[in-house]
């Protein structure tokens, strides 16, 4: 049977709602900056090429979320309110901003996305916990695969895409412009496993393909995987913002985890 991969990619078109969504992650993420002012820290001497860092008072962990838009959307304003829930256990959290497509291809995204732990990493000396949304949780396992495990010791990748030749035919690829050798070079499911910790989070309502590689990608690297019933690609995230929710806690305990084994 043939897959539909525009019906199964296109995430906007899946959910009719995403616009008030998104809305509500801009209005809440600025309503968490007011409150909690971030230190702003370069990676890079481009516009975008900046991260905001919300340290707590004292630092159990760190860790580091990009935010999704299919590389070719949205900046890290979109996701501060996903530290809110770590945060408060007493995890430093990284929001990096990235150029995006077709600005500059995807792999010098990647480039950017590395050179931005390696200046977390340098400013608070500590092993990450790198995660992300969609497009960023395809980030989060690249880093995990190709930095070395003192600076990014686990992965918690949120909807991720770990294989990018099904996004060829599909409109997503007009600001990508991927080939199938870039796709595959570019394809975190290609790799070895690191032989890290890794959990892959997807929502339990997001399509088929999404599913797959999720599960698919957290047994190929030897992590465990799981589906948040009800949730779509957007309201995924929706836990992050609460200390208590038991996905926050999971994050939290291995941020925790891999800064204990300093």
Known sequence: MSVDYEAEYNNRARVPGHPAIIAGWMRDSAGFRQAHPPETLAYGPGAREVMDLFIPPEIRGVAMFFHGGYWQAMDRSAVSHCAAGLLAQGVAVACPSYDLCPTVPLARILEQAQAAARALHARLGRPILVSGHSAGGHLAALLLARLPAHMVAAAMPISGLFWLEP????????????????????????????????????????????????ADFAELWGGTDEALPGLDHFTVLSPLPRADHPLTMRMARLAWQVCDNL
Do not use: K, W, Y
Not at 169 to 186: E, V, Y
């Open 167 to 214: 996004l060829i035919p599909t409109s997503i690829n007009q600001a990508l412009g991927l080939d199938a050798p870039m796709a595959r070079a570019l394809s975190p499911g290609l790799l070895p496993s690191p032989g890290r910790p890794l959990h892959a989070v997807v929502g339990g309502a997001e399509s088929g393909e999404f599913l797959r590689q999720s």
